[in-house]
């Protein structure tokens, strides 16, 4: 690998196989009368060689000749041929089940020079996700996939838990993330970032770079192809199961896009984990498959009507994850449905938050809201509904703390058993009304918040709380950030630090 250097300022530029990108090597001045230096420069540790040598018309053909199979495999390999949308970007550390990619990159550096590259950013330039798994897999194409080494995801070994998390690049998702690797759990996220977000999972890869922790795969759900392909490829032990759009009032104008992305979804994750023998799961649920229930607090027991589309679509999926476990086919499987309440809070030591994005903000949680008031990044906070049948007229809500909630995924994964389901609600049995609420926000930022009343959000209800009694006697767990305005302190901290999102990391 060596170094081209053009131009009257010394431009350095690193040639190997980069896609479009060139390295800028630091350069110092140098007027036309002095002479170029032939020493190698030395960069951490590693000498490149100064060259002058130009590039021949036959390395040219070769490489338009290489790029034109490239490009061939890479459409083939894309969304509309093959329907597969599978990208990989495990962790820092390239543990893809092909380690012999270093062969097609050293093989391609003797050809490629800068004005190459440029032809590669053209022809590859939207095609990202395409060309990344092309990089991994084309050498394993040539040499044979059974020459190329296996990773650690793709195989079970004793003593470690290796977890599919759905959603993983999401706010819970990612908490829970955090916590599994914590708890020395290996997991695979699988997330199409469409509500997630990849600078989450940036920063889980840099808390936990060891081989064989953790690794992303971009892909959606829906696409039951490329779950299928994710199943034959890893060998996974459990499932959390945390991919779902949930936002009540979208639910309400786009309802068609809830029931396909959270109950037709969740279909296609039990029909991978039964064609793949991975027996647990554990699914995130909600509060919202109650619906409105004529007494309080919620137990388990407590019929199920939803009035959203939200809800309904997860009441479906409740549904049908139980009458899948009853299957003789299905019969041990070890099963554990969390409905949970409304989340708020961050990680206690300020490495994750909340990012939703710009676009959701309307439909997002009221922390979110709140807090953006305090930032300036909206004139004030829209509090609908005021002449509900509560003591102060808006809604009652049970505010669990997200680190009290992935303590219960996690207690729910240790305890789940073959042959079992367990139902379990995830609250702190409280109930506060959105006036409290507002108040605490107010009180955690310091903020003047200027408030605004509204009519009612269609779909929502006058109050819901939980009685999570059943969760402490079986699980042992019961809520420890109970106190709404540490909690809120708590996420603001990250929400100063972080007010661009993970882009401000």
């Known amino acids: 690998m060596q170094i081209q250097r053009q131009g009257e300022g010394g431009r350095r530029v690193l040639v190997g196989f980069i896609l479009g990108r060139r390295l800028h090597m630091p350069t110092t001045p140098r007027s036309r009368s002095q002479a170029r230096t032939t020493r190698p420069w030395i960069l951490s540790g590693m000498d490149f060689a100064d060259s002058r040598r130009k590039p021949n018309f036959t390395g040219k053909i070769a490489v338009a000749a290489a790029l034109t199979v490239m490009c061939i495999i890479v459409l083939k390999q894309s969304p509309s041929f093959s329907g597969t949308s599978v990208v990989r970007a495990e962790s820092l550390h390239t543990n893809h089940p092909c380690h012999c990619h270093l062969l097609l990159s050293w093989s391609l550096s003797l050809f490629l020079v800068p004005d190459d590259l440029n032809t590669l ?100 759900l829906g696409d039951a192809k490329a779950v299928k392909k994710i199943f034959s490829e890893n060998a996974f032990d459990a499932v959390m199961h945390f991919a779902a759009v949930a936002y009540v009032g979208e639910s309400t104008m786009e309802p068609l896009r809830y029931y396909h992305n959270i109950t037709s979804n969740t279909l296609t994750v039990l029909e991978a984990m039964a064609a793949y023998n991975v027996n647990t799961l554990i699914y995130s649920s909600t509060c919202a498959t109650y619906g ?133 609600n995830v609250g702190t049995g409280q109930g506060r009304s959105v006036t409290e609420f507002v108040e605490a926000c107010k009180k955690a930022t310091g903020a003047s918040i200027k408030v605004e009343y509204l009519a009612r959000r269609p779909g929502d209800y006058a109050e819901v709380y939980s009685d999570p009694s059943k969760i402490l006697r079986d699980l042992n767990w019961t809520a420890q950030y109970t106190d709404l305005g540490q909690s809120l302190a708590q996420a603001w901290k990250w929400q100063k630090a972080h007010p661009n999102g993970y882009a401000s990391a």
């Open 121 to 220: 950013s053209f022809v590859f330039h939207g095609m990202e996700h395409q060309v990344d798994e092309f990089i991994w897999e084309l050498p394993c194409m040539v040499i044979g996939k059974d020459n190329c080494a296996t990773n650690d995801f793709s195989r079970h070994e004793t003593g470690v838990t290796h977890v599919l998390v759905t959603g993983g690049a999401g706010y819970i998702g990612s908490h829970a993330t955090l916590r599994l690797l914590s708890d020395k759990y290996r997991v695979t996220i699988v997330d199409n970032l469409s509500r997630g977000n990849m600078g989450a999972v940036r920063v889980l890869q840099r808390l936990f770079p060891e081989p064989g922790r953790l690794q992303f795969i971009y892909a959606d």
């Open 292 to 424: 409105e229930p004529d007494t309080m607090p919620i137990v388990e027991t407590t019929p199920q009507n939803p009035i959203n589309p939200y809800g309904k679509a997860k009441k479906m999926a409740e549904d049908i994850i139980l009458d899948f476990t009853k299957s003789k086919k299905q019969s041990d499987m070890a099963v554990m449905i969390l409905r949970y309440f409304n989340v708020i809070g961050s990680d206690p030591e300020g490495r994750l938050g909340e990012a939703p994005r710009p676009e959701l903000r309307e439909h997002g949680r009221i922390s979110g809201a709140c807090f953006d008031a305090a930032l300036g990044i909206i004139p004030g906070l829209k509090v609908r509904g005021t002449d509900y049948s509560t003591a102060d007229g808006t809604c009652i809500r049970d505010y669990i703390d997200v680190t009290d909630l992935v303590d219960a995924h996690v207690k729910a994964l240790g305890k789940a058993q073959p042959g079992k389901v367990g139902i379990y």
